[in-house]
């Protein structure tokens, strides 16, 4: 078999070597941690074995001909990284594989994932019906962003089933629902919101953030679109923003594919590298992040200074059963309220050595935040209290050091 090589020269590779393109294997024959390693990586003719990176904004042709064709969809091919990459290809198959879902598009953050979806999916006079528990960005993005487009939003809480079903209207495009949820780590049944979803027609679309398909698989529970933002997890160490949308093919391709060309919030091949060598070591992290997590509300709900733990790994938690069945761990968030309200939490905050105090999660580093005052700031007062946000919360998205100083760092601040 012949190929090019970077100076354009036909060079010859063994049949052997050219069978290993990677691109026939299915990787969905193959076990998550394989897959979080090897799915989707196209080795060229330099055999490189770590991913390559393709830096590149357009792509050339080797005649007008070819351009015209590429350009009118009779060939597939290349044709501007606003379109198709091949790294970011590569992290798209890689995550689609790991999710169990046909199609992954990436894009340039979490938040671009939801609106992607929302622009995609929604016109004017769509209703959504979202769990009251997601992420603060998400909620002004339905509820001040598509508002203004004629979409409405109605927000359920993320266990109340009749009030799902029964916000559910002829107009209802897609339920959409963050579990566990952000910071009160609630959980809602997948296959139950699906089977709600589906038996009028309406979509689930599932934000899979806090755990990723290492602890939590949506769509094989019914959930038609997962949302990650992959600046947590997928990434691991806080260095790059980035999300993404996986589903089926012909939903993805159809409606929400075309937005993401012409609306152009496309992930970078540099942040989809950095991605992909995140996910190959996703599985271990995440099992190590939960243990962690599991150490430290364990030890919190033994300390008199502590109200209360929400944790999922806890017995304690009112969906714990839940959670043993859906999820293969409780995660990596741990939220408590300490006594004393905001005064005491923001002087644990400040008291802390160690701990970073950053709204990130999803770090090999440990880091704490008060919900109230940031992540949920913007947030009305009754909204916030709604979402059952108290002054005295505090999360923590704990890291990978070791728990023993995680914990003493909490102790030595509360001290
Ligand atoms: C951070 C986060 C988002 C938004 O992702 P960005 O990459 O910051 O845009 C969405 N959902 C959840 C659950 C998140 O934690």
Redesign the pocket.
Known sequence: MFVRNINDQLIKISKRKAKFTMNEINWNDYGPETQAIRAGQRRTHEQEHSDPIFPTSSYVFNSAAEAAARFSGKEPGNIYSRFTNPTVRTFEQRLAALEGGERCIAVA????A?ASVGFGLLKSGDHVVCSRGV?G??VLLFQNYFAKFGVSTTFVDLTDYDAWQQSIRPETRFLFV?TPS?PLTQIADIRRLANIAHEKGVLLVV?N??LTPALQKPLALGADIV?H????YLDGQGRC???AIVGGLELLDKEIYPYLRTGGPTMSPFNAWVFLKGLETLGIRMRAHGENALLLAQWLETQDWVDKVYYPGLASHPQHELSLRQQKSGGGIVSFEVKGGKDAAWRLIDSTQMLSITAN?GDTKTTITHPATTTHGRLTDQERIAAGIGDGLVRIAVGLEDIEDIRNDLLRAFR
């Open positions: 953050s979490g938040m671009a939801i992420f960005n998400t963050e952000n934000d953030c806090f949302i933002s992959a600046t947590k923003v980035g999300g999660l």
